[in-house]
């Protein structure tokens, strides 16, 4: 049964929906979306940040409602701890602090990408963008700095910045970075980008949670990441609808927290897949499931008998 094309993929040329905004500045440009919204896109990897709907409405559904940050956040007598695992432009985190400013609460931001030069090229675009407004002082730090603390209504924030290769860092130990109670992940696809979709990186990632009942988040609905979040130890659920996307995925330590969990026919639908074997290498390719990772999502106990 052949698979669903990989997520976000797309040829180096716009998309018809996509309208150029001006002179590409260190691989960036301003695009226009379908919504009307204005978005970077990078032209090495050849997408476009949050197509479709734009940054702040993708974000929104995406992380902010789907998660419920707000109210988890109000509910957390210390720091409530966020991963941003693919920083880019900063629209998920913005989205993020905007939310919380109506909540008494203290925010922690972790941002991690192999570069800040998607946010450089906002910040010198935030007019147009809009989502960046009111946030120059502070992100101006960030790229600075690293590491900046502000206030934003009711809500006390630090937001720190590790320029660095993900799956390195997180196999490395992760340094002092405390671990997350929701991870928003926002790599780039599968096919541009393997080396952050591989087991290993989500079994990384479930490791750091521990009994913790954290949530992630990601635009992927593909089976491909959803058995990989399965076989790292995740309970797996249908995400939110954003505007490009039927789906998106949810997954947590705690099953009550992700959402509509993923069925028994849905796993039927997996064992039949041409691309559902997890990536054990940073190489992207479509492979059906294995015998041990069928064996391992049967003994999974979201569908184990009595599970």
Not at 171 to 190: C, K, N, Q, R, T
């Amino acid at each position: 049964m052949p698979d669903a094309a990989p997520d976000r993929m797309s040829s180096l040329s716009l998309s018809p929906s996509e309208a150029v905004g001006g002179p590409v500045h260190g691989g960036y440009s301003l695009v226009q979306v379908a919504s009307g919204a204005w978005s970077v896109r990078s032209h090495a990897e050849g997408e476009t940040f949050h197509p479709v709907v734009g940054p702040a409405a993708e974000a929104e559904a995406l992380y902010v409602r789907q998660m419920r940050l707000p109210e988890r956040a109000a509910g957390v007598p210390d720091e409530f701890v966020v991963w941003d695992v693919g920083l880019g432009a900063a629209a998920n985190v913005i989205a993020v602090i905007r939310a919380m400013g109506d909540v008494e609460a203290r925010l922690r931001v972790e941002s991690f990408d192999h570069t800040g030069e998607p946010l450089r090229f906002a910040r010198s675009e935030a007019a147009r963008l809009g989502y960046l407004e009111g946030f120059e002082g502070p992100v101006a730090e960030l790229l600075e700095r690293r590491d900046v603390s502000f206030q934003r209504g009711g809500c006390r924030v630090r937001w720190r910045f590790h320029e660095a290769d993900f799956p390195t860092w997180l196999s490395s130990g992760a340094g002092d970075v405390p671990a997350p109670e929701a991870i928003l992940f926002d790599a780039f696809s599968p096919a541009r980008n393997p080396a952050m979709w591989t087991l290993g990186v989500f079994r990384g990632l479930r490791g750091r949670v521990g009994a913790r009942p954290a949530t992630l988040a990601t635009y992927s609905r593909s089976t491909l990441l959803r058995v990989t979040l399965l076989m790292a130890g995740f309970h797996v659920g249908v995400g939110h609808a954003t505007g490009e996307k039927e789906e998106t995925t949810v997954a947590s330590s705690d099953p009550a927290m992700a959402g509509r969990l993923l069925d028994e026919a849905w796993l039927a639908r997996a064992m039949r897949s041409t691309s559902a074997e997890p990536l054990d290498q940073p190489v992207y390719r479509q492979r059906p499931l294995s015998d041990a990772t069928r064996g391992g999502l049967e003994r999974h106990p979201q569908f184990a008998r009595g599970g």
